[in-house]
């Protein structure tokens, strides 16, 4: 006799919601897909504003929801030599004012607890870094100052584990999280992405994202050494995680990666933006929603 068994992966509610004076929105459940990008780090000013130009004239063309990105410190470089942003109020200034200027909400990683409330002031959505994501003291200062909060998930944790740094944000009160999945350690320098990540940290009760663009990283490189990257393969990754129901894209982006002053081997070059942009909503239309997917028959 053949026996089948239905099975049922169901999501529980999640919702992230940005707002500034000027636009709210909301992913997760029964919510568009959202783009967080931008360059890595503050390389200058001028580059920042033309970069967030042209973000924000592509997804404003494809009615998609952006957040902009970029760093004003990095502290996890490779070399003490490295360039490592223009830091502290320097940096956030640059952010808030590409936030005047163009309108859409600003975001920025903070290594360290007594950056915090500083940078609160300047941001619209606080981010943990990889690294960093299992730090009980940062972890609880982002969530106290009430702001959204994107957390990287560590190269060293499984996707259940992001339910311990929800928790510690939660035990805040803040319940406005976004978990990223940014690759798995394999070996000593490359990543790989298990999608079975996004519905997991999704069954969490937080939207999932998900960022191609530290995936392709070949770590031990330099991030300037175009051998350092393999930015052909982020449209596969950025279209197979649409497909394995991503509420958000991680993207990091800039006009001109390899001139980059940190990972110059892995943006994401803008003239191939819109097009990687186009098929990831075809691809969000073909499934439904992430909501849709999880009845099977064995």
Same mark, same amino acid.
């Given at each position: 006799?053949?026996?089948?068994?239905?099975?049922?992966?169901?999501?529980?509610?999640?919702?992230?919601?940005?707002? #500034?004076?000027?636009?709210?929105?909301?992913?997760?459940?029964?919510?568009?897909?959202?783009?967080?990008?931008?360059?890595?780090?503050?390389?200058?000013?001028?580059?920042?504003?033309?970069?967030?130009?042209?973000?924000?004239?592509?997804?404003?063309?494809?009615?998609?929801?952006?957040?902009?990105?970029?760093?004003?410190?990095?502290?996890?470089?490779?070399?003490?030599?490295?360039?490592?942003?223009?830091?502290?109020?320097?940096?956030?200034?640059?952010?808030?004012?590409?936030?005047?200027?163009?309108?859409?909400?600003?975001?920025?990683?903070?290594?360290?607890?007594?950056?915090?409330?500083?940078?609160?002031?300047?941001?619209?959505?606080?981010?943990?870094?990889?690294?960093?994501?299992?730090?009980?003291?940062?972890?609880?200062?982002?969530?106290?100052?009430?702001?959204?909060?994107?957390?990287?998930?560590?190269?060293?944790?499984?996707?259940?584990?992001?339910?311990?740094?929800?928790?510690?944000?939660?035990?805040?009160?803040?319940?406005?999280?976004?978990?990223?999945?940014?690759?798995?350690?394999?070996?000593?320098?490359?990543?790989?992405?298990?999608?079975?990540?996004?519905?997991?940290?999704?069954?969490?009760?937080?939207?999932?994202?998900?960022?191609? #663009?530290?995936?392709?990283?070949?770590?031990?490189?330099?991030?300037?050494?175009?051998?350092?990257?393999?930015?052909?393969?982020?449209?596969?990754?950025?279209?197979?995680?649409?497909?394995?129901?991503?509420?958000?894209?991680?993207?990091?982006?800039?006009?001109?990666?390899? #001139?980059?002053?940190?990972?110059?081997?892995?943006?994401?070059?803008?003239?191939?933006?819109?097009?990687?942009?186009?098929?990831?909503?075809?691809?969000?239309?073909?499934?439904?929603?992430?909501?849709?997917?999880?009845?099977?028959?064995?």
């Amino acid at each position: 006799m053949n026996k089948t068994r239905e099975e049922t992966f169901s999501l529980p509610d999640r919702k992230f919601t940005v707002k #500034t004076k000027n636009r709210e929105f909301t992913c997760g459940s029964g919510q568009p897909l959202m783009v967080i990008s931008g360059p890595c780090v503050i390389d200058s000013p001028d580059l920042l504003f033309e970069t967030a130009e042209k973000l924000v004239e592509i997804c404003d063309r494809q009615n998609i929801n952006l957040i902009f990105k970029s760093s004003y410190e990095k502290d996890n470089r490779g070399s003490a030599s490295n360039w490592k942003g223009p830091l502290a109020e320097e940096g956030l200034k640059i952010l808030a004012g590409v936030r005047e200027r163009f309108g859409v909400p600003v975001l920025t990683d903070v290594h360290r607890t007594e950056d915090v409330a500083m940078v609160a002031e300047y941001v619209d959505v606080l981010q943990i870094p990889a690294y960093m994501c299992q730090q009980t003291s940062l972890v609880l200062a982002c969530g106290e100052t009430g702001k959204p909060v994107n957390v990287k998930k560590g190269q060293f944790l499984s996707p259940e584990g992001m339910e311990s740094p929800l928790s510690k944000l939660h035990s805040t009160g803040n319940k406005n999280v976004l978990l990223t999945e940014r690759g798995a350690s394999f070996g000593y320098n490359r990543l790989v992405a298990d999608m079975r990540s996004i519905p997991i940290m999704q069954s969490l009760g937080a939207p999932a994202c998900f960022d191609a #663009t530290h995936v392709i990283r070949l770590y031990g490189i330099s991030s300037a050494d175009p051998a350092g990257g393999e930015p052909k393969f982020i449209p596969h990754l950025t279209l197979a995680a649409v497909a394995a129901g991503a509420d958000a894209l991680f993207l990091e982006s800039h006009p001109r990666p390899i #001139t980059a002053r940190c990972d110059a081997a892995s943006q994401l070059d803008l003239k191939f933006y819109e097009n990687l942009i186009i098929k990831a909503k075809a691809v969000r239309t073909a499934i439904g929603s992430p909501e849709k997917m999880g009845t099977y028959t064995l």
